[in-house]
């Protein structure tokens, strides 16, 4: 154990007074604002295009459909250019949508809208433009030619056309809130599934950034032949022991760092920021009233799986670091474990979508997999307690596997020189290591 503390407080000490750890803890917080706040405001500053309406509206219908869209369109981006409306035949529907064509090449508008008779049926509608790729502006025309349908047939009920505007352009917000095993919880669906995506990319953040510090380190004291002296005198597994758990509460501190900051932010510094006679519950409220509660059973099994899915990688990171002779080779020889990573992160989006889909179970059972989207059902759903202790015992499982694994391939790589071990001599030292 003497051992193990000097390789340890080592491996801690000369990373955490680095220069680059304390700059990466300032600017942690500032980086999560930009990657996760930025985009949604952002976003909700330009839900569409300024110009979304500058299309022609090509009305085959024959019903006088055109000029009901072009006129909504108008009304509803009134910066933005008018739309221009054509009535055809279906007859004459193909030459018609040829010409707009070549109208937009010339940049002379943003796209055409075709309506026709499976339009008026509630079945489609065609768009082509320059911004035929923007999800936005799609479902902002969607929406504009579903109300007019929905109004026309209102109508043609002999409803009045004021009280059709007023059933068609009705804007409703929708408020969620997390009901759990004991009852309401605080903050909201939406932030619950902020809160358990920014939990995930942070453990997957984490474990690629120092996992690979430790491969990298690895590489290091083999190539300038410091492992040659420092094995003289502490065993190899006690140094992959020292290094893994050294690096890893490196990891800790600064994410302990960052939510610290981040708090301190919130707590001192919004106040500061906000209007004269403007409450700080108000002015906080945008940023603390969406985040779920983090009950402390949560908040450990987060921790746990954080621990092992650190040392289950790191182990194998450092694997590939005595396998390898050069940082250049390093790339190339830690792929197979960084895809099993990108996998992961694969998953997140359908994840997020259904946490309680066949999918996510099976995904946070698999050790690979379960260290990032175990927490992240964990903060969408209620886990039940079966499945997180399944996931919990298989990532232990893989941990020992991957540790000893990886400590029989460290024992002899380390002290290897030459070409890059092939498949088969690898499993020679996985054998005889002693």
């Known amino acids: 154990m003497g051992k193990l503390g000097v390789v340890f407080r080592r491996e801690y000490l000369e990373r955490v007074r680095s220069k680059w750890f304390l700059l990466g803890t300032l600017l942690g917080p500032v980086f999560f604002l930009l990657i996760f706040v930025a985009p949604q405001y952002i976003g909700g500053k330009s839900a569409s295009s300024n ?25 509803g981006f009134p910066l933005s250019p008018a739309p221009t409306i054509e009535t055809v035949t279906p007859a004459d529907l193909p030459l018609a949508e040829d010409r707009a064509a070549l109208r937009v090449q010339r940049s002379e508008m943003l796209g055409y809208l075709v309506l026709d008779t499976g339009t008026l049926a509630g079945r489609s509608v065609r768009y082509s433009g320059r911004n035929a790729s923007s999800i936005s502006d799609l479902e902002a025309i969607r ?7 929905l109004a026309q047939r209102m109508e043609r009920e002999g409803i009045d056309a004021k009280k059709v505007a007023a059933f068609t352009k009705i804007k409703l917000e929708m408020r969620t809130q997390k009901i759990g095993d004991k009852g309401r919880e605080k903050g909201s669906g939406m932030g619950a599934i902020f809160f358990g995506y920014a939990v995930a990319m942070l453990l997957y953040m984490m474990i690629v950034l120092y996992g690979q510090t430790i491969m990298r380190g690895v590489v290091e004291e083999k190539t300038t032949r410091v492992a040659e002296v420092v094995v003289s005198s502490v065993n190899t597994d006690t140094l992959l ?17 960052w939510v610290a900051l981040i708090a301190a932010t919130v707590v001192y ?28 059973g949560t908040a450990l099994a987060l921790i ?24 250049e080779d390093v790339q190339q020889a830690s792929m197979p474990v960084m895809l099993l990573l990108v996998s992961s992160v694969i998953f997140m989006g359908p994840i997020m979508t ?14 690979f997999s379960a260290p990032i989207l175990m927490p992240l059902r964990m903060t969408l759903v209620p886990v039940p307690w079966y499945e997180l202790a399944a996931s ?3 990532v232990l499982l893989a941990c020992v596997a991957a540790t000893w694994l990886s ?11 030459g070409k890059q071990p092939s498949l088969s001599e690898l499993a020679r030292w996985i054998k005889h290591a002693r």
Do not use: C, W
């Not at 022991?241 to 760092?257: N, R």
């Open 51 to 75: 110009n979304v309406a500058h299309v022609l509206v090509i009305d085959a219908t024959g019903a006088g459909m055109g000029g009901r869209v072009g006129s909504a369109l108008h009304e």
């Open 407 to 417: 400590a029989r391939i460290y024992r002899v790589g380390l002290l290897m020189y």
């Open 304 to 327: 746990a799986f954080f621990l092992l899915g650190f040392i289950f990688y790191s182990s194998l990171f450092a694997a590939v670091g005595a396998m390898v002779n050069s940082q």
């Open 241 to 257: 022991a020292g290094k893994i758990l050294g690096v890893g509460f490196v990891a800790i501190t600064q994410v302990v760092s």
């Open 354 to 367: 259904n946490p309680g889909s066949a999918l996510a179970r099976t995904m946070s059972l698999i050790p």
């Open 269 to 296: 510094v919004v106040p500061l920021l906000q209007k004269p006679g403007t409450s700080s519950a108000t002015t906080m409220n945008p940023i603390m009233a969406g985040l779920p509660s983090l009950p402390m």
């Open 392 to 394: 919990l015992l298989d």
């Open 143 to 149: 929406n504009v030619v579903r109300q007019e349908i």
